[in-house]
């Protein structure tokens, strides 16, 4: 992966999103895979083809053209609100994690020259949970898309509102999907990614409100969680449930689409919906070739 | 009657509830013997009186939970049958099937016609089965959507009655997009081109609650609860035990006077002491007066006027620093 988006501002902070080591297993295969092949592969098995979850940095980083991401809000964060226990004290451990100060990044740049306000959920920040300060950040990219006349591509990955902003979390629901109501109003795209897992909340508001909606290959896609609905049905539920494969065969999302795939794929989108471009077209921040087992036939918009 | 109320309440429950069926013997008594037992009536009933008032006059966020699922709690039908007249159930959201945990009729309120939806709970076991405990589909929500669009068309206005623990959570739900379906409705609300009042009754169980409760007005009754999780679910998450929903209930401030607090709820509801279950027609009552003074204020906006003010309520809740 590329590291030109780590911010200076952040730098000091560690980042402890992947243990060290020079291999990595895969959850899947558990085959052993060198660690620096599968950051080359963009996190996506070279064996299996299982897609590991990305923190929001490195999704900028495989996404958005090179140097062209300009964050906005990159400190608003949430209080404590309710005054609820243990709260600020998880907030500043994600935020250490992370090195970021909240849930989701927001900000402008381009795909493929094509200028775009994008925003990414963090999993790795208390779960990608949606607070006051999330549902803020998404309502004002969605905002600023609509004030710059630009699409909104959202990655989602979250495990739904943060229940220890209680019903103020649950008000984030109403205040994303309202301000993305405005930017279809308006007249705007607005693609939605759901990478894995993104359930709850976020799946009951943003998240399955785009123009286009995809999804990465295996994510977990759901409202409630398989727990509580097998001790509801009273029966096991099959593997795939809730899979994106299985929510694309029941009709609710349009794509599954690979990770190596994704960059090409939303350009496309953007350049069909009239995306302006930026000229000349940037270099692509994408290094890697995809490793052969993932290669697939047939073009994408970065071969044209 | 009082329900067994588990938590810090629980002795002085039962303590009422041995007192009223103390005094309920001693009635019996008089009426079948002939014989005078008004002044130990009369001691019992000031006893009883004590000790509810200690019950009541605070209730504790988890007491008010249990309130607020009352069994005897007054429900959508009862405030339909009161509220309104000329009511005209709608069914099915023209896709999949009628949802009988969500309810969609046009009606009249003292003449003025509007659109009601609401969540469906039942009395008892048998009415709970038939509605899913007031728990809906995605079809039942695509109803909802529906009816409110019909009222939209009519620039009537929609009055949504929130009672439910959640959205159901089961396999079909999934598969029919449950996600999707709150999702949209929450859009649609909040650019919906009428009037919106949303009365929370009982319980306002998260996402399954906010897909019908997006709108210009919100009103609580006291006893009433709005929350992002259940206080079981909250406790079995954070705490892997779920026997400490009591605290999770306190720590969520799911109440309406903290829900006003928090500019959730544009108004509280006073009910009957002791909460609704005691007297119905009292808290049926205290919706009506509501919407007696609200009512005929809304739809006297311009609707972009009244959309930007709807938006801008939504926009404006959380709290952040920068």
Redesign the interface.
């Given at each position: 992966m590329l590291n030109w988006l780590r911010r200076p501002k952040y730098s000091s902070l560690q980042r402890r999103d992947m243990p060290a080591g020079l291999w990595a297993k895969c959850p899947r295969c558990n085959n052993l895979i060198y660690r620096k092949e599968l950051e080359r592969n963009l996190k996506v098995c070279p064996k299996c083809g299982f897609h590991h979850r990305l923190t929001a940095l490195e999704r900028l980083e495989i996404t958005l053209d090179q140097d062209s991401f300009e964050e906005i809000?990159a400190?608003?964060?949430?209080?404590d609100?309710?005054k609820?226990?243990?709260y600020p004290q998880k907030l500043q451990e994600a935020k250490e994690k992370t090195g970021g100060a909240e849930a989701v990044i927001t900000g402008e740049g381009t795909i493929d020259g094509y200028r775009t306000v994008i925003g990414v959920l963090d999993f790795h920040f208390m779960g990608g949970s949606m607070?006051?300060?999330v549902?803020?950040k998404v309502?004002r990219a969605s905002e600023q898309a609509r004030d710059r006349q630009l699409p909104l591509v959202m990655f989602s990955a979250s495990g739904g509102?943060r229940?220890q902003?209680?019903?103020?979390?649950?008000?984030?629901?109403?205040?994303t999907?309202?301000?993305?109501?405005?930017l279809?109003?308006a007249g705007f795209p607005y693609i939605s990614v759901m990478c894995d897992p993104t359930t709850?909340?976020v799946?009951?508001?943003?998240?399955?409100?785009g123009d286009v909606i995809l999804a990465e290959p295996g994510a977990l896609i759901?409202?409630?969680?398989r727990r509580?609905?097998e001790q509801?049905?009273r029966h096991k539920?099959p593997d795939d449930?809730?899979t994106a494969e299985f929510c694309l065969n029941?009709?609710?999302i349009d794509l599954v689409v690979t990770r190596s795939d994704m960059r090409s794929t939303v350009a496309r989108l953007l350049s069909f919906f009239g995306a302006p471009r930026v000229e000349p077209v940037p270099v692509a921040a994408e290094p890697a070739t995809p490793e052969p087992a993932q290669s697939r036939s047939g073009s994408s918009a970065a071969d044209e | 009657m009082a329900a067994t109320l588990p938590g810090p309440s629980t002795d002085l429950d039962r303590q009422l509830q041995d007192l009223e069926g103390e005094i309920e013997r001693l009635r019996r008594l008089a009426r079948e013997q002939a014989i005078d037992l008004g002044g130990e009536i009369a001691t019992l009933e000031t006893r009883a009186e004590d000790v509810r008032k200690k019950i009541y006059t605070n209730p504790s966020p988890w007491h008010i939970v249990q309130l607020a699922r009352h069994s005897q709690r007054p429900r959508l039908v009862d405030f339909v049958a009161s509220l309104f007249t000329d009511v005209v159930e709608l069914h099915g959201d023209r896709l999949f099937r009628d949802d009988p945990a969500m309810l969609a009729a046009l009606a009249r309120f003292e003449g003025r016609p509007v659109v009601v939806v609401g969540h469906n709970k039942g009395k008892d076991t048998k009415e709970n089965i038939a509605r899913n405990f007031g728990m809906p589909y995605p079809e039942g929500y695509r109803k909802a959507l529906r009816v409110m669009r019909l009222a939209e068309k009519f620039h009537y206005p929609v009055i949504a009655f929130v009672d439910t623990p959640g959205a159901f959570p089961g396999d079909e739900a999934e598969e029919r997009g449950q996600a999707e379906a709150i999702a949209r409705n929450i859009e649609e609300m909040s650019r919906l081109r009428t009037s919106v009042i949303v009365v929370i009754t009982g319980e306002g169980g998260s996402g399954g609650a906010l897909a019908i409760a997006v709108g210009d007005l919100t009103l609580m009754l006291q006893y009433a609860i709005y929350t992002v999780i259940s206080p079981e679910g909250c406790a079995a998450i954070l705490w892997h035990d779920a026997t400490k929903a009591a605290e999770a209930a306190a720590a969520l401030r799911l109440t309406a006077k903290d829900l006003q607090a928090l500019k959730i709820v544009d108004e509280v509801l006073p009910e009957p002491f002791g909460g609704a279950h005691r007297d119905p027609e009292a808290a049926i009552t205290s919706v009506r007066s509501a919407l007696q003074r609200h009512l005929p204020g809304m739809g006297q906006m311009p609707v972009q006027a009244m959309l930007e003010r709807r938006y801008a309520k939504y926009r404006s809740l959380g709290q952040i620093v920068a």
């Open positions: 809000d400190e608003l964060t949430s209080t609100p309710l609820f226990e243990g607070g006051s300060a549902g803020e309502a509102a229940m902003e209680g019903a103020l979390s649950l008000m984030q629901l109403a205040k999907s309202a301000a993305v109501g405005r279809h109003d709850g909340g799946t009951a508001s943003f998240a399955f409100l759901g409202f409630a969680g509580v609905i509801t049905i539920l449930f809730q029941k009709g609710l | -």
